[in-house]
């Protein structure tokens, strides 16, 4: 009796030590993570048009790709979770990867002395451009799964705006607009750090914020015609419908009121996936509502309050009443046009008579 | 022998904890991640309907920048199966980016980024000369990825051209060359960061493995060019071209060798093979730094160059090399560094 116990306890000791050998030496492939599909662009193109190619399908210029962007903080990643809600749509996590490779190809286009050099490389604009092509749709396409309009949300990626628009002629942008001050508030009162900004300082930030969306609007107003929509953080809040109405028209595709919803779909296959890491996941569980408008009222120092239009001119340019705290975002000042703009500093100026 | 239910009931928990223990195992021991040929390789489609993929044989050729690296793909250029190029700029500066990359917990996992770095990388390497069987980059730092490139690109070798370090210093000191980390005023800090450099890329290069990446000798290329290039070409898997012995006739020529304007060592190799540069360094070696030199360049020695003797003896050059540089100085071309 002893015997046969003792036997069946070597037996498994053995049995044990040879499966941990095995593993060890021969080593396991690592369970792939969730949203490490491959999916090639063809794929994704098979899988939305039903047909089976004989050629394969190579990735290019013409993908009709959605951008969404604009200065952190303005509901940006509220805007990509009710697209990804969107039956046909995906957008995904923040890749991170994007800004900061569109970032290195400017910075290379900057120096002339540069350009030079890497024309006698042959290192030409169109081949820098295939080569940036190339990169961003193995990205876009590789970071989740298929959908028939892929989508990119990272919010300084439309500081490339307009070469964007360049390299991907069929794209679509998105910028979201947020008033200055609440934008300024969220990233001092949640510290969300980003680099440049001096979260100590709502002067610094809400200068800096002012600069960077200008940078971006006039960028949008620059892009192709009908090729860039902005969208207000507070309009698309306070009317969702009637926002998501008229930017899935803009982007040519049919209504689905799942994008209303998009709290439903949340981690669930073909709707809305979150990361654990970004600062807005916590907030963009939520079905989307008003809580974060006015927060920001009272946190403004009085200096600041003060000269609030000579420290961010972007405000009233678009809008936003730099003196009302708030201002009334129900019956918005619309934004003022360019033409529109310089007439009215015009006028300001008094004319001798 | 009857089983009996508490034997089977032992039997059936023993599997059901040998089974936890083993999942338990695949989280705790470290995992293989799966290769990037367990996908499809990339693709690219680079101009008029020439398409590359990530899995195109390729050479990767580099080292210490003045080690020879331009000479070196300069011949290959005039061999009609090769095609490298000028210098890129850019394929170095991704791969700094990726690296950068790697340690932050990014957006996108590991397998969709070195996908988009090929894309990229396969866009420039072909994009920005003609096509040919074999396609060849040449950026000197390069070969301090040599272990990521040969992940990427499977079919991938590499090229390590090693040099005297005296020599290479003494050529971006007094050509005035800047390379990114190396203080042109000091010898000493050029030198060792030239052993540092070195040292990094022999350790890639043998990373990858003997049959995928040869270290060159800049001397003995230059010493005797027939021999070292059999041996180049023997490792690439290339047939044996005449050409490639006089690189400078197939300068700008179609399928030859094309040369930038703005590159420190065009000049250089505009002529035929020649010794011209292999002791040039000598007398130029501050004495403090001569003192020190094998603590200082710790990879002068370990590559078989004497730390002591100015100059170690580099061997004997082919009748051929001796003719050009005879050639070049009658004509009395203008002192070059």
Avoid at chain 1, 299 to 323: C, F, K, N, Q
Avoid at chain 2, 304 to 322: E, K, S, T
């Amino acid at each position: 009796m002893r015997g046969q116990k003792v036997s069946i306890l070597l037996g498994c000791a053995l049995l044990c030590s040879a499966s941990l050998l095995y593993l060890g030496l021969s080593g396991i492939d690592c369970p792939p993570p969730d949203h490490a599909h491959r999916h090639t662009w063809a794929d994704a193109h098979l899988s939305s048009t039903n047909q089976s190619q004989a050629s394969p399908i190579y990735y290019g210029e013409d993908t009709p790709l959605i951008f969404i962007g604009g200065f952190p903080r303005s509901g940006t990643t509220l805007m990509r979770a009710m697209l990804d809600a969107h039956n046909a749509v995906r957008c995904g996590e923040e890749t991170r990867v994007i800004p900061r490779l569109l970032a290195m190809r400017a910075s290379w286009s900057r120096s002339a002395r540069e350009r030079v050099r890497l024309d006698e490389a042959g290192v030409t604009d169109q081949v820098l451009d295939s080569a940036v092509r190339a990169f961003l749709l193995e990205v876009i396409i590789g970071h989740g799964e298929p959908a028939a309009r892929l989508c990119n949300k990272d919010p300084f990626a439309l500081k490339s705006l307009s070469y964007l628009a360049r390299i991907f002629p069929q794209a679509k942008f998105v910028l979201m607009l947020r008033d200055g001050r609440a934008t300024v508030h969220s990233m001092i009162s949640r510290k969300v750090t980003i680099s440049g900004f001096d979260l100590t300082s709502y002067r610094d930030c809400l200068t800096k914020w002012s600069r960077a969306v200008e940078g971006m609007y006039s960028q949008c107003q620059g892009a192709p015609e009908g090729s860039c929509l902005p969208v207000r953080y507070e309009q698309l809040v306070l009317h969702p419908e009637e926002e998501m109405r008229k930017l899935l028209s803009f982007l040519g595709l049919p209504w689905d009121p799942a994008v209303l919803h998009h709290e439903d779909l949340i981690g669930k296959a073909g709707g809305v996936s979150l990361s654990k890491v970004e600062r807005s996941t916590d907030q963009v569980v939520n079905p989307v509502n008003t809580d974060a408008l006015s927060k920001w009222v009272g946190h403004i120092p009085s200096d600041v309050l003060h000269e609030m239009d000579d420290i961010a001119p972007m405000l009233a340019r678009l809008g936003y009443d730099p003196l009302a705290n708030p201002p009334d975002y129900a019956w918005p000042d619309p934004i003022i046009p360019p033409n529109n703009y310089t007439l009215l500093q015009r006028t300001e100026t008094p004319h001798p008579s | 022998m009857r089983v009996s239910a508490r034997r089977v009931l032992t039997g059936l928990l023993i599997l059901a904890g040998l089974f936890t223990l083993t999942q338990f195992l695949r989280f705790c021991l470290p995992c293989r991640q799966p290769s990037q040929g367990a996908g499809e390789p990339v693709t690219v489609l680079v101009r008029d309907g020439w398409t590359v993929s990530s899995d195109v044989p390729m050479v990767f050729v580099g080292g210490v920048p003045r080690s020879g690296t331009t000479l070196m793909r300069a011949m290959l250029d005039a061999h009609p199966a090769v095609r490298c190029g000028e210098e890129t700029r850019v394929v170095p500066r991704i791969l700094g980016l990726k690296l950068g990359w790697a340690a932050e917990k990014e957006g996108v996992s590991t397998m969709v980024l070195d996908r988009a770095v090929t894309a990229f990388l396969l866009q420039i390497i072909a994009g920005h000369g003609e096509p040919a069987p074999l396609l060849c980059n040449k950026d000197p730092f390069t070969l301090k990825s040599a272990k990521y490139l040969a992940h990427l690109f499977p079919n991938s070798k590499f090229l390590l051209m090693l040099r005297d370090g005296r020599a290479a210093v003494y050529s971006m000191i007094s050509r005035r060359v800047t390379i990114g980390g190396f203080d042109l005023s000091s010898y000493r800090d050029c030198l060792a960061k030239w052993s540092r450099a070195t040292q990094a890329m022999l350790t890639q290069c043998t990373q990858v493995g003997s049959k995928r990446c040869l270290a060159v000798r800049y001397e003995r290329l230059v010493l005797h060019p027939r021999s070292t290039l059999q041996t180049v070409l023997k490792f690439l898997g290339l047939p044996w071209h005449e050409g490639v012995l006089h690189h400078e006739e197939a300068i700008g020529k179609p399928g030859g060798v094309s040369l930038s304007k703005t590159e420190r060592s065009t000049d250089q190799v505009m002529r035929p093979v020649n010794l011209d540069a292999l002791t040039r360094w000598v007398g130029h070696m501050p004495p403090d730094v001569m003192a020190d030199m094998d603590a200082i360049a710790p990879m002068l020695q370990r590559l078989g160059y004497d730390p002591r003797a100015n100059p170690p003896n580099y061997g004997q050059p082919d009748p051929q090399v001796l003719n050009n540089t005879q050639r070049m100085s009658m004509k009395g071309s203008q002192t070059e560094r």
